[in-house]
């Protein structure tokens, strides 16, 4: 994460991902996507879940993991698509309570379409994980005034890496933003408030920097 431990200033940082087979057996259809959510490794829903934002191959607009991506476009189940699409993964306490949410979700609508349910789809699915390389863009920040600008000029997966990924690496589930500011104390309480209201799971990387752009205007930080 930032090096924020001893230093004021924020390092900004990006990353990337590399993404390989997680070793588990093709789906074809739904029953295998049930049986399969059950034993796939963690990091490998969190990669289809979470990940799958910043990875160059995945352009659907309007679901934003990977399982619902599948059923829409490969099962033709517009229903678990959508039911799938509406879970947020950052809303559970870990990710072995997601995958318990997920295969209530699959679940449900086996019990809807058991005949279909044996269906095949259009193409397989393929459980993934991927390894995050981080590193250093020479960019650092010295005071909140200057955040606006830098998170305008800042790449998707930056972006993604210190507002959604950190959630899994600060102490308090907080962004990267948030978590520095705090030590600058009251003068910050206006834009963290603000950060805190943006609602990220459910928009894209590109409505995510406008809406972190919004959210330092209101709180009347201006372009540093």
Known sequence: MN???GTERFRV???ALIV???GVTAVINLRELRE???SAPLESIYHHCCEAAIRPSFDDPEFRNDFAVWCGRHLHDRVLAERLGMINPYAFSDFEALRQHLLERVDERLAEIPRESWYPAVEEFRFLQAATIVF????ELERPEE???AIAGMTKSSLYYHFVEARRRTPNGSDDFSWWLERFGEETNDLRQALAHVDFYFLNLAELKHALIEACRQAGIDGG
């Open 3 to 5: 090096d924020i431990e």
């Open 36 to 38: 399969r959510l059950a």
């Open 147 to 149: 955040i606006r600008r």
């Open 13 to 15: 940082k990006d990353c």
């Open 20 to 22: 390989r087979m997680a």
């Open 136 to 139: 250093d863009t020479d960019v």
